[in-house]
C-alpha cells in the first residue's frame, strides 16, 4: 500500500512500514506525516492481524529529520514558530507509536538524524546496519532537540552522553551506539532486513497481548515510583492471566511441547 512518501507492505503478521522519500533522504515532511498517520490507521484497523510492525527507510537512509525545503527562514526574531508542527503533527504520531498495540522493531538502515533519530529510537528493538549512524543535528541549525529525544537520550544513554551528543552535534557510529547501549543489535548493511524480518516474525509469534503490556511498563517505568510501577505490574499481570495465550502457554510447559499463541 502506498500513502504519501511512506509504503506499508504487510507479511504475515508482520508489517513494514517504511520511509519512502528517496530524493530528500527521507527528511520529514507534513505530508510525511499523513502519510504515517494513513499508514497506522490501516496498521490499527488490522490489529487482529499485524502483530509486529517494523519501521523502516527506503534507499541509504533511515530519516534525516525534518524536511525544511520550502521553509520561510526569513522571518523576524520574535516572528517564527518553529515548533508548530510538533504538537500538530510529530507528537501525535510518537503518541501513536508509542501506543501501538503491538511491538515495534525499528531498522535502521541508514542515518538516523534530527526526528529520525527519535523515530529510530521509539522501536522496542532497534536494529542497525554497520553503515547506520546517529546524529542530533539541531544545533545545527540553531533549535533544540524535540520529538522526545531530551526524554528518550538520557534514559538510554545516560544524562551526560546524551548532554555531549546534543552540544556537539557529531555523528554517533552504529557500532558505538551498540557499544552504549542505545540499540540492540549491529549487522552488516545486506543482512539488516531480513534479521529484522526474522526478529519481527518471532515477535508476532509470542504472545502479543503480553508482549504489549510489557511496552507499556517500560514505557510508564520512568515515571513511577517503585509503589506505582508494583501496582502497575499487578493490575497488567490480572489482564495477562486472563488470556488464552498464558493457558495455552501454561499447558504447553506442562506438556513439553511448543507453544501456540494467537495474540489473544
Same mark, same amino acid.
Request: net charge neutral; aromatic share 6%.
Given at each position: 500500500?502506498?500513502?504519501?512518501h511512506?509504503?506499508?507492505?504487510?507479511?504475515?503478521?508482520?508489517?513494514?512500514?517504511?520511509?519512502?522519500?528517496?530524493?530528500?533522504?527521507?527528511?520529514?515532511?507534513?505530508?510525511?506525516?499523513?502519510?504515517?498517520?494513513?499508514?497506522?490507521?490501516?496498521?490499527?484497523?488490522?490489529?487482529?492481524?499485524?502483530?509486529?510492525?517494523?519501521?523502516? &527507510?527506503?534507499?541509504?537512509?533511515?530519516?534525516?529529520?525534518?524536511?525544511?525545503?520550502?521553509?520561510?527562514?526569513?522571518?523576524?526574531?520574535?516572528?517564527?514558530?518553529?515548533?508548530?508542527?510538533?504538537?500538530?503533527?510529530?507528537?501525535?504520531?510518537?503518541?501513536?507509536?508509542?501506543?501501538?498495540?503491538?511491538?515495534?522493531?525499528?531498522?535502521?538502515? &541508514?542515518p538516523?538524524?534530527?526526528?529520525?533519530?527519535?523515530?529510530?529510537?521509539?522501536?522496542?528493538?532497534?536494529?542497525?546496519?554497520k553503515?547506520?549512524?546517529?546524529?542530533?543535528?539541531?544545533?545545527?541549525?540553531?533549535?533544540?532537540?524535540?520529538?522526545?529525544?531530551?526524554?528518550?537520550?538520557?534514559?538510554?544513554?545516560?544524562?551526560?552522553?546524551?548532554?555531549?551528543?546534543?552540544?556537539?552535534?557529531?555523528?554517533?557510529?552504529?557500532?558505538?551506539?551498540l557499544?552504549?547501549?542505545?540499540?540492540?543489535?549491529?549487522?552488516?548493511?545486506?543482512?539488516?532486513?531480513?534479521?529484522?524480518?526474522?526478529?519481527?516474525?518471532?515477535?508476532?509469534?509470542?504472545?502479543?497481548?503480553?508482549?504489549?503490556?510489557?511496552?507499556?511498563l517500560?514505557?510508564?517505568?520512568?515515571?513511577?515510583?517503585?509503589?506505582?510501577?508494583?501496582?502497575?505490574?499487578?493490575?497488567?499481570?490480572?489482564?495477562? &492471566?486472563?488470556?488464552?495465550?498464558?493457558?495455552?502457554g501454561?499447558?504447553?510447559?506442562?506438556?513439553?511441547?511448543?507453544?501456540?499463541?494467537?495474540?489473544?
Amino acid at each position: 500500500m502506498q500513502f504519501k512518501h511512506v509504503t506499508l507492505d504487510i507479511e504475515g503478521s508482520v508489517a513494514v512500514l517504511t520511509l519512502d522519500h528517496q530524493e530528500v533522504m527521507n527528511a520529514v515532511s507534513i505530508d510525511m506525516l499523513g502519510g504515517l498517520a494513513e499508514a497506522l490507521d490501516e496498521i490499527e484497523e488490522r490489529k487482529a492481524e499485524v502483530r509486529c510492525l517494523v519501521l523502516t &527507510g527506503a534507499g541509504r537512509a533511515f530519516c534525516t529529520g525534518a524536511n525544511l525545503q520550502g521553509r520561510n527562514t526569513q522571518a523576524k526574531p520574535g516572528r517564527s514558530n518553529a515548533g508548530a508542527a510538533l504538537e500538530t503533527a510529530f507528537h501525535p504520531f510518537l503518541r501513536r507509536l508509542r501506543n501501538l498495540h503491538c511491538p515495534i522493531v525499528t531498522a535502521v538502515n &541508514g542515518p538516523a538524524a534530527g526526528a529520525g533519530m527519535s523515530f529510530a529510537l521509539m522501536g522496542d528493538m532497534i536494529l542497525c546496519a554497520k553503515s547506520a549512524y546517529f546524529l542530533q543535528a539541531f544545533r545545527r541549525i540553531g533549535l533544540v532537540p524535540d520529538c522526545g529525544s531530551t526524554w528518550l537520550l538520557p534514559r538510554l544513554v545516560g544524562k551526560a552522553r546524551a548532554i555531549e551528543l546534543s552540544l556537539m552535534g557529531e555523528k554517533l557510529p552504529a557500532e558505538t551506539a551498540l557499544q552504549w547501549g542505545l540499540v540492540n543489535r549491529v549487522y552488516d548493511d545486506g543482512a539488516l532486513m531480513e534479521e529484522a524480518m526474522k526478529l519481527a516474525r518471532e515477535l508476532a509469534s509470542g504472545p502479543t497481548v503480553a508482549l504489549s503490556l510489557i511496552r507499556r511498563l517500560y514505557w510508564d517505568s520512568p515515571e513511577n515510583s517503585f509503589e506505582d510501577q508494583l501496582n502497575l505490574e499487578f493490575q497488567l499481570q490480572r489482564v495477562a &492471566g486472563r488470556t488464552e495465550d498464558f493457558k495455552e502457554g501454561v499447558g504447553a510447559f506442562l506438556e513439553k511441547r511448543p507453544a501456540k499463541f494467537r495474540g489473544q
